[in-house]
């Protein structure tokens, strides 16, 4: 245990471990129920990767060692959705490296030899996940050979397991990256820019062009004589497939019935607060009374002036007025919400202070805090004395050891807030839930004058009558919508309530409009066929809904019913731009003058300077429009080119040859491609083994 609590100290106080291969921080929901999918089908499977189905109890376990990876390294499970999602992401990135890019690495010939290994862990030519990590770090803060041999020594006498679970994380989290490594090798080595390549580059990103123009705009107006037929889209479809790959998505309509508290409930809880004011005036110990009647917490915060208007302007008012004769505020209300105040304290506080610390740890920490202390008091050397005994290492902003830095009352390790008000240049000791430390503040900003308030805050929340009627109103719009998607509508029109469309909503989706938690919607969308209306769903027992599926788009490339439209406006433009520009050849046929040209189409002549080829969006320009006018003879008119919103004719008036480009320039922007490239390894392998994410059915 001596070894695990050393190796979470050094990484650091209040800090979030990040474990090796960017897989996050480790934290998984201990209630999830691991048993109760062991019977299902492999429609219930977690994910299919490289044809290896991923059952949700592979998944699981693999989460599982994670897990507990993450307890072993910070001693505790603390957990918020994101960090659950995290770890998820983990989980299954983790699983696709085993299952596809290890197998894709060896199909290629490559390996990490048992040597290579050794040599990366334990050799002479250390991975950064070992040289790098707070665990085999020395006194110093810097890498020990011999705090690395001390914890490999230690892992079979660990009868917990855990830091031989840890170690072996650390060998196949350093095999892997070196495997990554060499296989994005063979990419980064085999792109190869010749000098030609080079030069071309070069040239285009330094040649630019000034042009005189006159555009055709296609407008907006649809063109009846324009006709793109089903044959032709059709035939465009089957020649463009790859282009409409999609994911799963539903289209629903949905109406909500938020559960708002009634002009009674409002009333009755202005009462509440009402009949509390005077025992809050009254009361002398106001931590325990907010504590007990109070919506909002107790704090010890220090508001200085304009702090408050974010509560309400009146109690910034009271607060910072001249209200000596009333020791509390009266009632102010801001929508739901009622709040009174009292000033609790008046003085003059830092807004930050600069802070140092010796932190111990262990039965004996108080003494050796004191015993440290008495040699500061003395004149003893507090960095050098933190460098020789605090537990926290990590610590030393400017490069002294034991400097924490700035801390201000929204950031400060908890259990330091006395030190917002402590002496500058005075050392004591101090007890927190890391250990005993020595501290002291070294600077801290001009005091000015800040008040410590109490306030007590009721919500007026929805009564149980109040439930039970919304409810009563959603269950009469889900009996009339029951029979299907004619009827949901109607009663949304007869009912006047608003139904609200959400096309294309993924598995993952668990927010719909402002509402998070909606995934019991998402997951009755996913389970029913269009047409189907739901009866009530709850989200966070506050939002009733009622939902019916509109149309269903599978996994795969979308059907051409579903992109018909899309493909029609294409064509449409492509049709309608080689008219525009039929029409305006024989309305300018003989014109050589731009201007006369201008006048015969109705525009005007515009001009734009220092059109470089490599940026095909300069000036918000049309692409098609500058890749001819970069090859354009110089002083002719040239056109019309039919282009994305319209036609163009032209004149190429000038160039410039610059040398701003240079070929470090060159060699940064193939530095950066070789870079997108490797991160686009692991997603083009997935897409190749049509590897398959169910993850959001269940989580």
Not at 323 to 346: I, T
């Amino acid at each position: 245990m001596a070894v695990l609590e050393k190796i979470r100290v050094k990484f650091g106080i209040a800090a979030s471990i990040i474990i090796a291969l960017g897989l996050l921080s480790f934290i998984i929901d201990p209630n999830e129920l691991i048993s109760a999918f062991n019977n299902m089908s492999s429609k219930y499977d977690v994910g299919e990767i490289n044809g290896k189905s991923i059952s949700y109890n592979d998944f699981q376990e693999n989460v599982q060692q994670f897990t507990t990876i993450n307890e072993m390294m910070t001693g505790g499970s603390a957990q918020n959705a994101q960090q659950q999602a995290q770890i998820r992401d983990a989980a299954w990135q983790d699983l696709v490296y085993k299952h596809l890019f290890n197998k894709n690495a060896r199909l290629a010939g490559l390996n990490v030899g048992d040597e290579e290994l050794v040599d990366l862990t334990t050799g002479s030519n250390l991975s950064p996940l070992i040289a790098q990590n707070p665990a085999f770090a020395g006194e110093d803060g810097s890498f020990s050979k011999e705090e690395l041999l001390r914890f490999v020594q230690n892992l079979d006498s660990d009868a917990s397991g855990n830091l031989r679970t840890y170690w072996n994380y650390l060998q196949t989290s350093i095999y892997n990256n070196q495997l990554f490594e060499k296989y994005n090798a063979l990419f980064t080595n085999g792109n190869i820019t010749n000098p030609l390549m080079m030069r071309k580059m070069m040239e285009e990103n330094n040649s630019t062009t000034d042009v005189e123009f006159v555009m055709v705009p296609y407008g907006y107006a649809q063109d009846s004589t324009i006709v793109v037929s089903d044959d032709e889209i059709r035939s465009y479809y089957n020649n463009h497939k790859k282009f409409y790959r999609q994911t799963a998505s539903r289209d629903i309509e949905y109406v909500v019935f938020e559960v708002v508290p009634s002009a009674e409930d409002i009333a009755a809880t202005n009462n509440e607060i009402v009949s509390l004011r005077e025992e809050f005036e009254q009361t002398d110990n106001v931590r325990s009374f907010i504590m007990k009647n109070s919506d909002r917490s107790y704090s010890d915060h220090y508001y200085k002036t304009g702090e408050l208007t974010s509560i309400a302007q009146e109690i910034e008012d009271f607060v910072w007025g001249n209200n000596a004769a009333e020791a509390v505020s009266p009632v102010v209300a801001k929508g739901n919400n009622f709040y009174v105040a009292r000033v609790v304290d008046s003085r003059m506080v830092p807004d930050s202070v600069y802070v140092r610390h010796i932190l111990f740890q262990g039965d004996n920490a108080q003494a050796q805090a004191d015993s440290v202390l008495d040699v500061i008091n003395k004149g003893g050397n507090f960095s050098a004395l933190a460098t020789l005994h605090s537990v926290d290492q990590g610590s030393a902003d400017g490069g002294e050891r034991g400097n924490i830095g700035w801390m201000t009352q929204n950031y400060i390790i908890p259990g330091f807030e006395s030190l917002l008000t402590a002496e500058v240049g005075k050392p004591a000791t101090l007890k927190t839930q890391y250990g005993v430390h020595v501290v002291e503040v070294t600077k801290r900003t001009k005091p000015i004058l800040k008040k410590q308030v109490a306030i007590l805050e009721k919500e007026a929340l929805a009564s149980k009558e109040t439930f039970n009627a919304f409810y009563s109103k959603a269950n009469a719009f889900a009996t009339a919508a029951a029979a299907g998607y004619d009827a949901y509508k109607k009663a949304a029109d007869e009912q006047g309530v608003y139904s609200h469309p959400m096309n294309n909503m993924p598995e993952s989706a668990d927010r719909l409009g402002a509402i998070e938690n909606t995934k019991e919607v998402t997951r009755w969308a996913f389970d029913n066929k269009p047409g189907k209306v739901s009866q009530i769903i709850t989200v966070d027992n506050n939002y009733f809904f009622v939902a019916t599926v509109k149309a269903a788009h599978k996994e795969g490339i979308a059907d051409v019913k579903e992109v018909a439209s899309t493909i029609r406006q294409q064509l449409y433009y492509e049709k309608l731009g080689e008219k525009v520009g039929a029409q305006t050849a024989e309305k300018i046929q003989g014109l050589t003058d731009l201007q006369a040209i201008a006048e015969k189409l109705n525009t005007t002549v515009s001009t734009e300077s220092g059109i470089a080829f490599s940026s095909l969006n300069a000036q918000g320009l049309d692409p098609k429009f500058i890749g001819a006018l970069s090859v354009a003879p110089e002083g002719k008119i040239c056109g019309p080119v039919v282009g994305s919103i319209g036609a163009y004719v032209f004149k190429v008036t000038g160039r410039d040859t610059g040398s701003y480009f240079t070929e470090d320039d060159a060699k940064m922007r193939e530095s950066q491609m070789s870079q997108y490239t490797s991160q686009m390894i692991i997603p083009v392998m997935m897409q190749d083994a049509d590897v398959k994410d169910n993850r959001a059915r269940f989580f």
